[in-house]
């Protein structure tokens, strides 16, 4: 079903003006089906920006709609949890679940148009035959322990472009793995898109803003910290070159009985190949982490060197 669409065509959304009064902040419009999606974009003109996400939002997401804002006259955001990205056994069925909420943040950042449709309407035949192939870049780090995870991200990355028809598409910087793979299939497969990186959104105490931060409690959202304080760590660290970096960060880590260290790793931030041991400049500093039953991840940019 259609919610409030507006008459042809819709137009862009209006700039911001700090002057004026604060008018409650529109609604999006939100759609379920292909049909209804196609209907609403083909009445937009100017320029659009998709943001893709599982729902859960918290301010990490709201500032890539924020950005997404500043870069197109009509944003859309979608809000799917995605099956083919969870293996048997991960947390699909339990992953937190809330689009009211979800849609009231997103009208106070100024989204458009929100689509959200079920398994049945993004995979009419079921599971997909055919499907990205996310090559090496896969298999390592997050894929060395969900080895079909990017496939799935990657399928359904492309079939959201295809429907949604976007100018520029913005991913954060926390996934970095999962943004090194959407950039690559966008280059490879000749996908006519703009990808926009957007920084990591930290709590005031330092721990990246997840969907999955829910899961921890008390005690585990103390242990948590020890990931972004090994991030820290290693930037103190960056002058004495890689090696001292990760054991920087690694002593940090095992301090914290709280964290089961999963992999911690300096790679380059495109092909994220481990970088050798006397490299020098940027470098991305890539963490995962079981805190209790929660898998964490989380990351920096470093500028290497090293003083003789
Ligand atoms: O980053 C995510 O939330 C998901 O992997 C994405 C990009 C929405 C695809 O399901």
Redesign the pocket.
């Known amino acids: 079903m259609l919610d409030a669409v507006a008459e042809t065509p819709v137009p862009a959304h209006p700039a911001a003006d700090d002057d004026a009064p604060a008018a409650p902040a529109p609604s999006p419009v939100l759609v379920r089906t292909r049909a209804d999606l196609r209907e609403v974009l083909d009445r937009q003109r100017g320029t659009r920006a998709v943001v893709?996400?599982?729902g859960a939002l918290h301010e990490g997401?709201l500032d890539l709609v924020r950005e997404a804002r500043r870069r197109a006259d009509h944003v859309v955001v979608?809000i799917?949890?995605?099956p083919?990205?969870f293996a048997p056994g991960e947390d699909l069925d339990a992953y937190p679940r809330d689009l009211e909420a979800d849609l009231a943040k997103l009208a106070e950042v100024g989204a458009d148009v929100v689509f959200a449709p079920d398994p049945e309407t993004m995979y009419p035949n079921g599971d997909p035959r055919v499907r990205v192939e996310p090559g090496p870049l896969a298999a390592v780090l997050e894929g060395a322990t969900r080895p079909t995870h990017f496939a799935?991200?990657l399928t359904?990355?492309l079939k959201?472009l295809h429907l949604t028809r976007p100018h520029v598409a913005l991913?954060?910087q926390k996934?970095a793995q999962?943004l090194a793979l959407?950039r690559a299939m966008v280059r490879d497969l000749d996908v006519d898109v703009e990808v926009v990186g957007v920084p990591i959104r930290r709590e005031p105490d330092g721990l990246a803003m997840s969907?999955r931060n829910a899961y921890l409690s008390g005690t585990d959202r103390a242990a948590a910290l020890a990931l972004s304080g090994a991030l820290d760590a290693a930037r103190g660290a960056a002058g004495a070159g890689a090696e001292q970096v990760l054991a920087a960060a690694r002593e940090r880590l095992v301090a914290e009985p709280g964290v089961r260290l999963d992999y911690l790793e300096l790679v380059d931030p495109e092909t994220m190949e481990a970088v050798p041991a006397d490299a020098s400049g940027p470098a991305l500093l890539v963490v995962a982490a079981w805190v209790g039953t929660t898998r964490l991840i989380d990351n920096t940019i470093l500028d290497l060197w090293k003083d003789e």
């Open positions: 893709m996400t599982m997401h979608t799917f949890v995605n083919l990205q799935g991200v359904v990355v959201l991913f954060g996934d999962q959407v969907s």
